[in-house]
């Protein structure tokens, strides 16, 4: 899937989840990290790809994004499994970890959540592409729904853009939609 598509679907994930299990006393600045996080959760296992999105808008990403290649074994492999997710979220936690005495305000548990949740999200979405997920590694078996290939997504196919994209912002839509007062409880809470 393309990097818009996953953050479409990390951002419709985390509504969905938001208005499931919903949080409490949410301050801006910990919506607004929280969402980037997100965002930047649902790109993430793309860091094994050379022309991921996250490289391409960096100077010199391109080589980087050659090293991360090599380094994860190639795109669709470390980081496209539950070990990979397990590396990247104690990762992020240390990072959160370090960044907290400088920002003792914002609420880091959501935003590990939010994280962790764009990062399962693109996982999800791209068990649907012809390429599969190898889930389980070190199992070297590739998982994909529908099991039979040819039934599933090509990436950057018209199918992926018409077709996936469109029924995410329906479905995105539709959360909001049903649980309009949710969010607008929400919001107050965080205009607060
Ligand atoms: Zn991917």
Not at 185 to 190: A, E, P, S, V
Request: glycine residues 8%; proline residues 7%.
């Amino acid at each position: 899937m393309t990097g818009r598509t996953h953050d479409l679907a990390a951002f419709t994930t985390l509504s969905y989840i938001i208005v499931t299990h919903p949080v409490h006393s949410v301050s801006l600045a910990t919506g607004l990290v929280a969402i980037t996080a997100n965002l930047v959760g649902g790109i993430a296992p793309d860091i094994d790809q050379p022309t991921a999105p996250l490289w391409k808008n960096l100077p010199i990403g391109g080589l980087f994004g050659r090293v991360f290649d090599k380094l994860l074994g190639g795109h669709r492999f470390l980081s496209h499994s539950l070990i990979g997710a397990a590396i990247f979220g104690f990762g992020f936690h240390y990072i959160l970890i370090l960044l907290t005495p400088s920002f003792p305000h914002l609420n880091m548990n959501i935003i590990w959540w939010a994280f962790i949740i764009g990062y399962f999200s693109h996982l999800v979405m791209d068990t649907i592409t012809r390429e599969g997920v190898p889930w389980l590694l070190p199992l070297p078996y590739r998982f994909g729904f529908p099991p039979y290939k040819d039934f599933r997504v090509q990436t950057g196919s018209w199918v992926e853009r018409l077709v996936v994209f469109p029924i995410l912002m329906i479905v995105c839509g539709y959360i909001f939609y049903t649980h309009y007062h949710q969010f607008l409880i929400l919001i107050h809470q965080i205009a607060q």
